[in-house]
């Protein structure tokens, strides 16, 4: 695996891997292998030479993914359980970079324009806020937002609220249009699992 060769854009890419697997058994979803590298390392590897920081949200196996190289970021106590905002949370609290990218670790066939495409829909729309939508749906986990949004996600999710799409409509946002929808398959299941398998020997 090999990155990209886009420009660096001054981001901070955030790979969400703190969720509780409870499809997958309770396994660590960052840790599952797809062709030989676990999943995380995907992600890792397609965004790394876009971006000029990376951060990983993760809520256990964090010596492990230090091992890695892997800045590991755990989410706050009181937002346990709140899904991707939580790690979102998180990453805008330590971000560096004027924007974050959120990336889930289990959708790791995400496009290599991805960054670049929300990057500019962000600037010439003039918005805070931009995602994928694909075969018409939308793609919400994967974010790309301004960091000074932190204080507003913490009131959104201090307020019990937890729905990604919900906190979004409170700022402004764009939709950009990707026209294959198997770029944004994600791995829940041992089935899912299986499948990407099968589409990662295919484009191999």
């Not at 709140?82 to 959120?102: D, E, K, R, V, Y």
């Not at 307020?159 to 944004?184: C, I, M, Y």
């Amino acid at each position: 695996m090999i990155g990209t060769t886009h420009d660096r854009h001054d981001v901070c890419a955030l790979l969400l891997a703190g969720g509780q697997g409870r499809r997958m058994g309770g396994q660590d979803k960052g840790l599952l292998n797809l062709g030989g590298y676990p999943l995380v390392i995907h992600a890792l590897e397609k965004i790394r030479s876009q971006v000029t920081e990376i951060l990983l949200s993760a809520n256990r196996n964090h010596a492990l993914y230090r091992s890695w190289g892997f800045s590991v970021i755990a989410d706050e106590e009181d937002y346990l359980g709140a899904g991707p905002l939580s790690g979102l949370h998180t990453g805008l609290t330590h971000a560096t970079s004027s924007l974050i990218l959120s990336l889930p670790c289990d959708s790791p066939f995400f496009p290599d324009t991805l960054l670049p495409r929300l990057s500019q829909a962000l600037s010439t729309q003039d918005a805070e806020i931009a995602f994928p939508v694909s075969g018409g749906c939308s793609h919400h986990a994967f974010l790309l937002c301004r960091t000074h949004l932190k204080d507003s996600l913490k009131k959104y999710l201090d307020g019990g609220q937890h729905r990604v799409l919900g906190w979004v409509k409170t700022h402004r946002h764009v939709a950009v249009s990707f026209p294959n929808s198997e770029d944004f398959f994600n791995v829940n299941t041992p089935d899912e699992l299986a499948k990407a398998e099968i589409h990662y020997d295919e484009i191999s």
